[in-house]
């Protein structure tokens, strides 16, 4: 597999151009002081036309996706959901907006919690970490889908919360340049330097490695 597809050089960086023409990723929008915010804030917030996320405390607001954005989410849910379906799979998957809240050093209390995220997709299959409020714990898997308004937060706030938290696979998917990116968590705690497959170098079959026998085609996930 190693040998048909691009590395990706280093965690957090962009695409160099021409390679990708979305390259140049704006800066989240910052939507409150930063004053330090837990899950507990979070709840008392009732403006349901904001979606909203924290990490270490600091919230950030977001738009709705765009159409590629939306595409490629929903075809992605759709073959994992078919997937864990055919297969009776333990597993649970869930589609943003649903709460993953990713506490530290233990403290699962609703003011202690201060990283609140809400991931395209999201795969569990530990039901222990499922209640009414979403999910408390790491996933198994994370897809983030790329946009303009969410590369820097996708590609260095999210990458570095998930590997601290322990998600053992992260996938990054760049809609624009048919292209993902996929990082697994070592036993060193930390996540490889990502294997990014690409449909105009050929390299179309993505396996899933947190679901046996789902390999995902890129063609079919970035068609038209």
């Known amino acids: 597999m190693k040998s048909d597809i691009k590395e990706h050089q280093e965690p957090g960086k962009q695409y160099s151009e021409p390679e990708c023409p979305t390259h140049a990723i704006a800066e989240p929008s910052i939507a ?15 403006d349901d036309h904001q979606i909203r996320e ?13 159409l590629k954005h939306a595409q490629a989410t929903a075809a992605l849910f759709g073959r994992t959901w078919s997937h864990i379906a055919n297969r009776k799979a333990k597993c649970k998957i869930y589609t943003a907006p649903f709460d993953v809240r990713l506490p530290k050093n233990g403290e699962t209390a609703d003011d202690k919690i201060y990283n609140v995220v809400q991931p395209d997709i999201c795969v569990i299959c530990d039901p222990s970490k499922l209640d009414e409020k979403g999910c408390l714990g790491a996933p ?44 697994l968590l070592q036993k060193s705690g930390q996540y490889d330097d990502g294997t990014t497959y690409e449909v105009v170098y050929g390299t179309t079959k993505v396996p899933v490695q947190t679901l046996e026998g789902l390999i995902i085609d890129l063609e079919e996930l970035f068609e038209d």
């Open 140 to 183: 198994d898997l994370i897809v983030e889908v790329i946009s303009p308004s969410t590369g820097k937060k996708d590609l260095d706030y999210k990458f570095h919360l998930y590997e601290k938290s322990g998600v053992n696979e992260y996938w990054v998917v760049y809609p624009n340049d048919k292209a993902v990116t996929v990082y």
């Open 54 to 66: 924290i990490i270490d405390g600091i919230v950030y607001s977001f738009s709705a996706p765009v």
């Open 32 to 46: 409150y002081s930063k004053q330090r915010y837990s899950y507990a804030d979070y709840l008392t917030w009732t």
